[in-house]
C-alpha cells in the first residue's frame, strides 16, 4: 500500500540548533514529493518539492531535503532554526495524482 | 497571482445542521482537491476533481458530503446533516501543470 511515515511526532529544539525532520515513503511506483508547513490556525505552506532531477532541493525559509530513492526517504533539514520555525510540518507524496499526508511532525524552537 | 481561495474561514453549527464551503481555485488550474484535516492528524483527500468531472471520490461520506465544481471553476462543499465528529478544517488545494499543489487557508468547521 502507498503511504507517507513521519517518524516523530514532535521535535523540541533550541534556537540556532540544526533540525532533522523524518520523511518515508511506501511506494512501487515513482512519486513526486513535498513538505508542507502550517502555523497555526492557518492553511498549508509549500516549503519545497521534489518531482525529478537533483535529489537534494531547497525551499523557503533555509530549508533543504534530500531524496533518498534506495531508502524510500525525504527528509527535511535546516542547519539554524529560529523561533519563528515554531510549526507543523508534513510530508506528502503523490502517488499518481493523489497527495498522501504523513500524520505531521510539531517542530518547537525553544530559546 | 492570487492564491486559492475559501469561504467562510470558521463556521459553528449545531449537528443535525447543514453547512456549505466554497473554494476558487488558482485561475487555470484544472484539478482541485478538497480535503479533510482533523486536529492532530495529517490532511485526509475527501474528493479530487479535473475540471468539473469527479476523479476520486472514494473517501467521501456521501451519505452525508457532496460536492461539486460547475463550469470547471468554483467548488462547493457540503455537509448535511453534520455530526460532531465533522469539525475539522475543510482545505481546498490546486494543481499545477507542474504538478505543485497550493492550499488554501482553510475553513474551520466546529460542530457542537
Known amino acids: 500500500a502507498q503511504s507517507v511515515t513521519q517518524l516523530d511526532s514532535q521535535v523540541p529544539v533550541f534556537e540556532e540548533a540544526p533540525v532533522e525532520l523524518r520523511c518515508n515513503y511506501s511506494?512501487?511506483?515513482?512519486?513526486?514529493l513535498f513538505w508542507y508547513v502550517q502555523y497555526p490556525n492557518q492553511g498549508l505552506q509549500l516549503l519545497l518539492k521534489y518531482l525529478s532531477g537533483s535529489t537534494l532541493v531547497k525551499g523557503i525559509n533555509g530549508f533543504e531535503a534530500e531524496f533518498n530513492k534506495s531508502q524510500t526517504s525525504f527528509h527535511l533539514r535546516k542547519p539554524s532554526v529560529h523561533i519563528s520555525d515554531t510549526a507543523e510540518y508534513f510530508c506528502a507524496a503523490d502517488f499518481g495524482s493523489r497527495l498522501t499526508f504523513g500524520e505531521g511532525t510539531q517542530l518547537t524552537v525553544n530559546p | 497571482e492570487a492564491g486559492v481561495a475559501q469561504s467562510p474561514r470558521y463556521k459553528i453549527i449545531e449537528k443535525r445542521q447543514s453547512v456549505a464551503f466554497w473554494c476558487n481555485p488558482i485561475s487555470g488550474h484544472a484539478t482541485l482537491y478538497w480535503y479533510q484535516q482533523i486536529l492532530g492528524q495529517g490532511p485526509k483527500l475527501l474528493i479530487q476533481?479535473?475540471?468539473?468531472?469527479?476523479?476520486?471520490d472514494s473517501q467521501l461520506p456521501k451519505d452525508r458530503f457532496s460536492a461539486e465544481r460547475l463550469k470547471g471553476v468554483d467548488s462547493t462543499l457540503k455537509i448535511q446533516p453534520a455530526k460532531l465528529e465533522d469539525s475539522a478544517v475543510y482545505l481546498c488545494?490546486?494543481?499545477?501543470?507542474?504538478?505543485?499543489?497550493?492550499f488554501g487557508e482553510g475553513s474551520w468547521l466546529t460542530v457542537v
Open positions: 511506494s512501487s511506483v515513482s512519486v513526486y
Open positions: 476533481f479535473q475540471n468539473n468531472g469527479v476523479v476520486d
Open positions: 488545494a490546486s494543481r499545477t501543470v507542474r504538478n505543485t499543489i497550493y
